[in-house]
Nanobody, 126 residues
């Protein structure tokens, strides 16, 4: 069992930056690929970025490439999402997710996770 708690959301102007963090509790954190997903009002949840258990490989959704960076610290059981050059269309609830024994690419392609956080709101004003 893994519990995930997101933080760092808020209101920012277009072009600004935010850093989301996800704290994980439970066993064997370093056996999980970690990812970020988001859901805008009236839309389905979509994949944003994922990172393998070791942090050695990441996989990003096309619209965030070059703007968002996912990273993890296995010593602290945390995963972060640095978001730069934010756009109004990035407005959504952002969810942290964990999936065991998988790769970042598979997590991005399948959009599947074993555990989800409660989400944190990100609002980008124009």
């Amino acid at each position: 069992q893994v519990q995930l708690v997101e933080s760092g959301g808020g209101l920012v102007q277009a072009g600004g930056s935010l850093r989301l963090s996800c704290a994980a509790s439970g066993r064997n954190f370093n056996s999980y690929a970690m990812g970020w997903f988001r859901q805008a009002p009236g839309k389905e949840r979509e994949f944003v970025a994922a990172i393998t258990w070791s942090g050695g490989s990441t996989y990003d959704e096309v619209s965030v490439k070059g703007r968002f960076t996912i990273s993890r610290d296995n010593a602290k059981n945390t995963v972060s999402l640095q978001m730069n050059s934010l756009k109004p269309e990035d407005t959504a609830v952002y969810y942290c997710a964990a999936r065991q024994f998988t790769t970042s690419q598979e997590m991005g392609v399948t959009r599947r996770a074993d555990y989800w956080g409660q989400g944190t709101q990100v609002t980008v004003s124009s």
